[in-house]
């Protein structure tokens, strides 16, 4: 009896440090760590040298004690807009949260602010993107139904900062309203603003180039 308490100690001793490994495997990246990882993972996708990290049988089991996501990315629904595939990254890399427009609103803040506290992830990138159609649509102008309209509102504001500024109204419009988005999630969210290491900054991603430009970093 007492032999089979000695194997039961170290089985019990093996399997906590094996746990504790995995805790230490899933360190928590800074803000800048996880900035130049989404950046190389992004030159790995232009360059189409993938990695395919992250996506085999095995890792996907691991996935089962828990999540360990390195980066927030607010992006648009747009279907070509895929952040693990444009950043080459795996299950379990990327907490995502997506609308029309990339627009953040109270629900889509309680969920940037749930990988933040619960999950210690300190990098949130607003993505925007090239030829957005809700950016579009805005800029179109027009009846626009009644939900639809509620996410047409707030890209008003950028559209309209757009209509003052030299260059391409579409594209100073997508900028200004990943740069209005921003400031919205930093202002409204003390979980953000009282955490250590945690940014908030914008990109927008090129469909015909498949580079991310980061800015406000
Ligand atoms: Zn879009």
Redesign the pocket.
């Known amino acids: 009896m007492k032999k089979f308490s000695k194997i039961l100690l170290v089985c019990t001793l093996f399997l906590s440090l094996s746990l504790l490994s995995y805790s230490n495997e899933s360190k928590n990246l800074s803000s800048k760590e996880a900035l130049q990882k989404l950046v190389e993972g992004n030159e790995r996708f232009i360059k189409e040298d993938y990695s395919n990290q992250h996506i085999d049988k095995d890792y996907r089991k691991g996935l089962t004690k828990g999540q360990n996501p390195f980066a927030i990315v607010v992006t648009?629904s747009?279907s070509r807009?895929a952040p693990e595939l444009l950043f080459d990254q795996g299950l379990g890399d990327i907490f995502i949260i997506r609308t029309?427009?990339e627009v953040v609103d109270k629900l889509e803040l309680g969920s940037i602010e749930y990988a933040v506290e619960h999950l210690g992830v300190n990098l949130v990138v607003v993505l925007g993107?090239e030829n957005?159609?809700?950016?579009g649509a805005v800029i179109k102008g027009g009846d626009i139904p009644k939900n639809i309209s509620y996410i047409a509102d707030e890209i008003k504001p950028a559209v309209d900062k757009a209509k003052t500024q030299e260059g391409d109204l579409e594209e100073n419009a997508i900028k200004n309203n990943v740069d209005l988005i921003v400031d919205k999630i930093k202002k409204n969210s003390e979980i953000i603003e009282e955490a250590k290491d945690c940014k908030v900054i914008g990109g927008v991603y090129s469909i015909t180039t498949g580079k991310v430009e980061f800015f406000n970093k």
């Open positions: 648009c747009d807009v029309a427009g993107h957005c159609g809700a950016v």
